[in-house]
């Protein structure tokens, strides 16, 4: 079994900023891409930033140039610094990673989301 847990989400400011963490646990071989969507309500989820096990990053054209996403290898974690944030940032967020495990295989998986909230 392969789970991810976030953590890092909270209620801020306009212009402030949080960071996300999400660390994967379980009977994994091998983690390839790790990315962070986000769901507001109403709207449909959508990608944020990803990274691979490489280091290749994509942005949203929304949050490039405020948001960096980094990631350690060793500790099979992937991380979401927000900065400047802004109202519309307000969504949940959540932490998926396309991996390999010992039992499941080739597999995509979700976090259980973490709520942020950006007061104007």
């Known amino acids: 079994q392969v789970q991810l847990v976030e953590s890092g989400g909270g209620l801020v400011h306009s212009g402030g900023s949080l960071r996300l963490s999400c660390a994967a646990s379980?009977?994994?071989?091998?983690?390839?891409?790790m990315g962070w969507y986000r769901q507001a309500p109403g709207k449909q989820r959508e990608l944020v930033a990803s990274i691979t096990s490489g280091g290749r990053i994509n942005y949203a054209d929304s949050v490039q140039g405020r948001f960096t996403i980094s990631r350690d290898n060793a500790k099979n974690t992937v991380y979401l610094q927000m900065n400047s944030l802004k109202p519309e940032d307000t969504a949940v967020y959540y932490c998926?990673?396309?991996?390999?495990?010992?039992?499941?295989?080739?597999?995509?998986?979700w976090g259980q989301g973490t709520q942020v909230t950006v007061s104007s």
């Open positions: 998926n990673a396309d991996l390999v495990g010992l039992v499941t295989g080739s597999a995509s998986v």
């Open positions: 379980g009977s994994i071989f091998k983690i390839n891409t």
